[in-house]
């Protein structure tokens, strides 16, 4: 099988109390997986496409044959989206970010404050499941928006710098309904020296 559930970088009870072991072990183990299995049966009927990165399968997703192109886009995307998510999040966590990526911060949204409050809003309105992002746009600019579904940002040409999941399978055991309570507590488990590093990549 091409594809592989990557493991997570800590224990399942490692973000609690913002992010409980319950929800960890079901998001990890079986959310993500199932994106993974579902991934490797479509590219299994297109052995053409061995060897191609996830990465190169969403950001060109035309060029992915039709019959599977609505399986890579849905479940490449799951598996995408949740290996940038784990490795954005630790224990030990939170607070503000750095350097480069803190003084990019400041000069695109005014303050870090007002930026997590334009990157939850999005996360809010994000009608249905999807993901509240950070990225670059294509002209190298800083940006929060938001995707439906596992829309992953690469296929619109922007490169995603951090992202949360606003699928209820994130959220919904420990904050039910309270999809801006899980956003404004996020922010104490995001890692931001990782978070930095996938800046620096992008800039790239
Ligand atoms: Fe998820």
Redesign the pocket.
Known sequence: MPFTVPDLPYAYDALEPTIDKETMTL?HDK??AAYVNNLNAAIEKHPELAGKSVEELIKNLNAVPEDIRGAVRNNGG?HI??SM?WTIMGPNAGGDPKGALSDAIKSTFGDVETFKTQFNDAGVKQFGSGWAWLVFTADGKLQITSTPNQDNPMSAGQYPVMGN?V?E??YYLKYQNRRPDYLKAWWNVVNWDAVAKRFDAGKK
Do not use: L
């Open positions: 998001h959310h993500h799951g989206n949740h998510f999941d699928w399978h994130a």
